[in-house]
């Protein structure tokens, strides 16, 4: 067989330009001639409107032409240019021989083709140019003269127009020797490029001109010339797109003129010696052209193919880079291909093998590789050798297809011969014949000694397979096309699973199978693990200690997963499933419950491979059972048409903290219908709160289970922002069963726990309350662990044992804790009980407003035998008024009395608009005040948002309990009744119900009850619920659910001093300017000191004065507020920093009289008085102005022994018996008194 030959040593394919040399010039300028060759850089401007081309080299051959010789004619439309060579000596011999010689040239010749042409007249460095000197004509002139553009003797031989005779240029070219002999070889050379440009461009418009004047075959047999002047010019582009256009052509032509053509393969009579250039005769095909002959149309697509080869191994040639070399050959292997695969070669498998094989070794693709082997050698790294590999890929790539190719074309051939391997592919998709089986084909006669030698028997066609496509994976290898390499090894190894190659074919399939499964490939990805499957068996039954059935196990899954529908519910050809029964299936099921139970260790496998499921999002009690136990659904979808039997199925939930709940049922049985099948996961251990689902759990026995983990996004924790009640738009749809979060509430009819903030409060103590709901059956053996996710909570009493609960029983538990805040802390409790021996568990948590609503302050006014004090009753939260039902203070060493009045009852404390009552307190006789003494003050009240919660909360439940939906009760209270606003200044005022944020709230419900509502029909009275909110009027309701009392320890103030001032004088009505005597009394006691032996403490509610005017004896003031047990502590330790101090015995006080505008005073103004004594003197008071004038002002101060004051104490207050009276002054009506 002869390979492609190279087109570079084919002087065919060579620009001819032929010369005539009578005369013997040629040999003298011959090397001069062959040192500028190839020419380079010839410019060529084929239309006016196209830029100029440039053909960087251009080989040629000069080949000597004798006129009347036809031996060159056959070849003749490769030469563009003719030369003849002259040389004269005298007249004569110009006239007798060379003009003769020239004619002849131009007859013969010239005229016969269309081409360009020269006379090159030489002159040896040593001859004359003329015949003598007296002669002024040269011998050039001469030529110049008979066969110039105006020659006469041009005329005589060349009628071709005026036109075509000035447009060839100069005609006559003078090649003298001499010292500058260089540049008369390059003029020359010059010329001769002009003369070849010159030819190229008329013959291109001659070509064109006769493909748009002709039609069909000779406008296809013009083009095809067109083609072969581009590719003489080497413009092998241009040239390929003609080629490309000369195949769309002949297919048409081939299509409309189908009776020109004839459809034959024909074949020497040997392919021993095979060559496609020998296959097709270009010129036979040309003359059957131009005669309008029927032609051979395999031939005429071969020629065109042939062309299209040459142009594009020149192009690889010519490249820059091995890159773009590879990218033509590659392309040549395409189109190599493509034109093995016309239906004309379906009958010559052996001529498409021989034509393969010469394409594979054409000489392109070796020197590229052996390039890249020398560049990789000469680095002496593999790695680097594997790294100029790369530019190659495209090469190595087809040429693997190419290689593919050729393995299919000689399995078809082996199959003529008799030869069939089972698990071969190559046929797969094949044309049958419907009486195939009657058919029994002869042996066909191979004619080619390589492939004879393939095919003589079984065992060499096998051993050929196993070669060629190890040789194809090496190039895939180069290309990193590993799928690709699966492939082909899956043939391997089915080959050797046949030849009983058990532990070869296991090696292959190893991982193999994976591929077509992940890329859907069902059906061949289930057939490779059957055969897997039998190499484990087979392997298994020879006592292979390394195969156990934990392999045989996994094996037998991977199949069952390849019988699942995974895109659609249709059974389509790709289906695994289409050929299996249902009594394979369940042997399968068999095979693998037989492996499974002799496992050592539990295994686990996707769950998703093997069925469709959904965990339905929804968690509801059990209505069948009294008991406290709740479930969820999980819809599965068997595929497999056979009962499938397992011994549990579990779901684990798991929330924000990574708590767990895990639902189960045991012994579930699958139906083998395909429909949807819902089983009930049971649970006597819930946690209420929002969960995802986390894991799915179908366990087919102890030893396997199906298992689907959910994603780290849809496990990592419940997505709780439809919670946030600041989104009002939300983007999902009202029901989202794409959502895996969970929310279980609690239900009226089972166990029920909660936390709430106390209702009964000791100022000073911090406590929640614990409410216990037990549902139908009598508990026994309550345990209760607390605890709280609020960092610095303490709890004091973390446990809790009741022996029993009765049935519907509430019991209140009270959980005190200590918190060096009072804010929204989180209770927790973990309930443990039995009913009977089973075992439930109870999980809650809440976030307890721990604050007080309501404010205390206080102020107290000491009199000598009693005090008074005035309590305030006010909001913390002006938005939140409160209404005050009842207040008592209580003490029992204190006589306490209060107006008794009844409006004091059921009063509204708004933001500015406190509560005040008074009380007028004393001691009991006996009794000597302590510093320990305290009030008890109690106080009743209600907050205006829980009587308006509580209201609705029973409006909400009526109707829940009217549309037998009472089921909701927690999902809608905890959840959407938290979120409602209220008018509650018009609920104060009017006893109607306004719900300010309805809109908001509605959206908020649709939210809620679309995802956590799992009926539509109950999801619509839901909403109609929400509907009616807007306004309710209400009625007097009990409000002892909502109702609060606070109870505070107030302690008695403590006095050290009290100093009783008192102004006596005649009540009469004075002058102004008359002197009025008045007696100033003065005494100070110390009733309201502490008499006891303990330290004395100031008390938080006592009065705190800096001085002791009369101002401040009206009242003296202190205040508690009681907005929460921690200011309240607060500020107790704040006024214990300044204790008060045992009031000496001999304590003495400096009494001053202030100045004051209205008076005059005489007498003594300051005097100095003790604490044993009580002091009194005379003063005279002269009033200055008319009027009712108050009496003036006095300030008391301690001294110390020296008589300097001391700083005012802050124990001492001032009881100033008649301050608030005034003296009447008149004015002298005797006297007349003008002002100018």
């Known amino acids: 067989m002869s390979a492609v030959p190279d087109p570079a040593h084919n002087q065919l394919d060579l620009v001819r330009i032929g010369y005539y040399d009578p005369f013997g010039v040629y040999p003298h300028i011959q090397n001069d001639i062959s040192k500028r060759l190839p020419l380079t850089n010839l410019h060529i401007r084929l239309k006016p409107n196209q830029s100029v081309k440039t053909i960087t080299k251009l080989d040629v051959d000069f080949v000597e032409e004798v006129p009347k010789k036809s031996d060159y004619i056959t070849h003749d439309i490769k030469t563009y240019v003719r030369l003849i060579f002259v040389r004269v000596d005298s007249l004569d011999k110009y006239r007798g021989q060379v003009r003769p010689l020239i004619r002849e040239w131009l007859k013969n010749l010239v005229l016969k083709t269309n081409c360009s042409w020269m006379i090159v007249l030489y002159i040896p460095q040593d001859a004359k140019d003329r015949s003598s000197s007296i002669m002024k004509t040269s011998f050039f002139d001469k030529l110049q003269h008979d066969f110039g553009p105006e020659g006469k003797e041009l005329k005589t031989i060349l009628p071709m127009g005026e036109d075509s005779i000035k447009n060839d240029g100069e005609r006559v070219f003078k090649l003298k020797q001499s010292s500058d002999e260089e540049d008369i070889i390059t003029s020359f050379m010059m010329q001769l490029k002009a003369l070849l440009s010159n030819s190229f461009v008329g013959r291109y418009h001659t070509f064109n001109e006769l493909i748009h004047q002709r039609k069909n075959v000779e406008q296809f047999a013009a083009k095809l010339e067109l083609y072969n002047l581009l590719k003489d010019m080497k413009l092998l582009q241009d040239a390929l797109l003609v080629n490309e256009e000369l195949a769309d052509d002949l297919d048409n032509l081939a299509a409309h003129n189908a009776d020109s053509f004839n459809h034959e393969l024909q074949l020497s009579s040997s392919l021993t010696d095979f060559n496609f250039d020998d296959f097709v005769n270009e010129e036979q095909l040309k003359q ?11 031939q005429l697509k071969s020629l065109i193919f042939i062309n299209e080869s040459f142009i594009l191994q020149e192009l690889a040639r010519g490249a820059v880079s091995n890159s773009i070399a590879s990218k033509h050959v590659s392309k040549l292997y395409q189109r190599l291909m493509l034109f093995l695969n016309d239906s004309h070669f379906n009958d010559n498998n052996e001529f498409v093998y021989l034509l393969i094989e010469s394409f594979l070794d054409i000489p392109i693709v070796q020197q590229l590789i052996d390039s890249v082997s020398k560049s990789g050698d000469d680095d002496g790294d593999v790695t680097v050798a594997s790294t100029n590999e790369v530019p190659l890929i495209d090469i190595l790539e087809m040429r693997a297809q190419l290689k593919l190719f050729k393995r299919t074309v000689v399995g078809k051939i082996a199959k003529l011969q008799n030869i069939v391997i089972d698990g071969l592919r190559g046929d797969a998709f094949e044309e049958v014949a419907l009486d195939e089986e009657d058919q029994k084909q002869a042996k066909v006669i191979i004619q080619s000694p390589e492939l004879s030698e393939i095919v003589k028997d079984e065992k060499s066609f096998v051993d050929y397979y196993f070669g060629l496509t190890e040789d194809i994976i090496a190039d895939l290898v180069k290309c990193t096309r590993v799928k690709s390499i699966d492939i082909l090894s899956l043939d391997l190894a089915i080959l050797n699973y046949n030849q009983g190659n058990y532990q070869e074919c296991l090696d292959t399939l190893q991982n193999s199978y994976d591929y077509f499964l992940i890329n859907s490939w069902d059906f061949l990805g289930g057939i490779l ?5 039998g190499c484990v068996e087979q392997l298994r039954g020879q006592n292979n200690a390394a195969i156990g059935d934990e392999e045989v196990l996994k094996t037998c899954l991977n199949l069952l997963a390849c019988l699942v529908k995974k895109h659609g519910d249709s059974v389509g050809i790709n289906s695994y499933k289409l050929v299996h029964n249902k009594r394979h299936v369940a042997q399968l099921f068999d095979k693998i419950d037989g492996c499974s139970g002799s496992l050592s260790e539990s295994l686990e496998f996707p769950l998703n491979n093997f069925f469709k499921f959904k965990v339905k999002p929804y968690v509801n009690e059990d209505d069948s059972t009294d008991n406290d136990v709740y479930y969820v659904e999980v819809d599965i979808y068997n595929s497999f048409n056979v009962p499938v039997r397992c011994s549990s199925m579990q779901v684990l939930l798991v929330d924000d903290a990574g708590a767990e709940l895990k639902f189960k049922s045991n012994n579930i049985e699958l139906s083998d219908v ?21 894991r799915l759990v179908l366990s087919l026995n102890e030893k396997l289970s199906l298992c689907q983990n959910y994603s780290k996004e849809e496990s990592g924790g419940p997505d709780s922002s439809i919670f946030n009640d600041t989104v009002v738009e939300h983007k999902s749809k009202p029901k989202s069963f794409s959502s895996s979060d969970i929310l279980i509430c609690q239900s009226v009819d089972k166990f029920q726990a909660q936390f709430l903030a106390s209702k009964v409060v000791e100022l000073g103590s911090t406590e929640v309350t614990l409410v216990l709901k037990n549902g139908s059956n009598k508990v026994s053996d309550v345990k209760i662990e607390l605890f709280s996710r609020t960092d610095g909570v303490r709890l004091s009493k973390p446990q809790i044992t009741i022996e029993k609960l009765d049935a519907r029983e509430i019991q209140t538990l009270q959980v005190p804790y200590t918190f060096f805040d009072t804010k929204l802390i989180n209770m927790q409790a973990h309930i443990t ?25 206080v102020q107290d006014v000491f009199k000598t035998n009693f005090f008074y004090s005035k309590f305030q009753v006010g909001t913390v939260d002006a938005k939140l008024p409160i209404r005050l039902l009842s207040q008592k203070l209580t003490s029992a060493d204190y006589d306490i009395k209060s107006p008794n009045r009844s409006d004091l009852q059921d009063l509204v404390a708004f933001g500015e608009q406190p509560i005040t009552f008074f009380y007028k307190i004393n001691p009991k006789e006996g009794h000597s005040i302590d510093c320990e ?10 907050n205006l948002q829980e009587e308006c919660e509580h209201l609705l909360d029973k409006y909400v439940w009526q109707l829940l309990q009217k549309h037998e939906l009472i089921r909701y009760w927690y999902l809608i209270k905890e959840t959407i009744l938290s979120k409602v606003h209220f008018d509650l200044n018009r609920y104060a005022v009017q006893d109607v119900l306004k719900v300010v944020n309805l809109e908001h709230l509605q959206l908020f419900a649709d939210r809620i009850i679309g995802r956590y509502v799992e009926h539509s029909q109950d999801q619509v009275q839901l909403h109609q619920i929400f509907a009616r909110l807007e306004e309710i009027t209400t009625e007097k309701s009990d409000l002892s659910q909502v109702e609060h009392q606070l109870r505070i320890k107030v302690a008695v103030p403590i006095l050290n001093y009290l100093h009783v001032v008192e102004y006596k004088y005649e009540k009469r009505t004075y002058v102004v300017g008359e002197p009025i005597p008045v007696t100033l009394h003065i005494q100070t ?3 309201w000191s502490d008499h006891s032996n303990n330290p004395p ?14 101002a401040n004896a009206n009242a003296a003031a202190a205040t508690a507020t009681a907005a929460s047990p921690a200011e309240h502590d607060a500020s107790a330790r704040n006024d214990e920093v300044l204790p008060p101090t045992p009031p000496p015995i001999n304590q003495k006080f400096l009494a001053i009289v202030q100045p004051d505008e209205n008076w005059l005073v005489s007498g003594v103004k300051k005097q100095t008085i003790d604490l044993k004594n009580p002091f009194q003197t005379e003063v005279r008071m002269i009033p200055l102005h008319v009027g009712k004038l108050y009496l003036p002002k006095l300030t008391i101060s301690p001294i110390d022994e020296t008589g300097a004051m001391m700083t005012p104490a802050a124990n001492s207050d001032i009881e100033f018996v008649n301050g608030c009276e005034t003296i009447m002054s008149v004015p002298d009506v005797r006297h007349i008194q003008f002002s100018f």
């Open 288 to 298: 059957q052209l131009v005669n309008s002959e029927k032609i051979n149309l395999v």
């Open 529 to 533: 693990l059957e055969i897997y499957l």
């Open 674 to 694: 395909c429909d949807k099948q819902t089983f009930k996961l049971y649970t006597c251990d819930v946690k209420f709160g929002l969960f995802s689902v986390n």
């Open 833 to 857: 009980y039995f009913v009977g021996e089973v075992k439930y568990t109870a999980q809650v948590s809440y976030d307890v407003d721990a604050r007080l609503s309501v404010s205390v302050s």
């Open 933 to 942: 003494d305290k009030l008890d003050l109690s106080l009743c009240y209600t």
């Open 1085 to 1087: 006691v110390t009733n």
């Open 1097 to 1110: 403490v100031l008390a938080v509610s006592s009065p705190s004065r800096g001085t002791n005017d009369l």
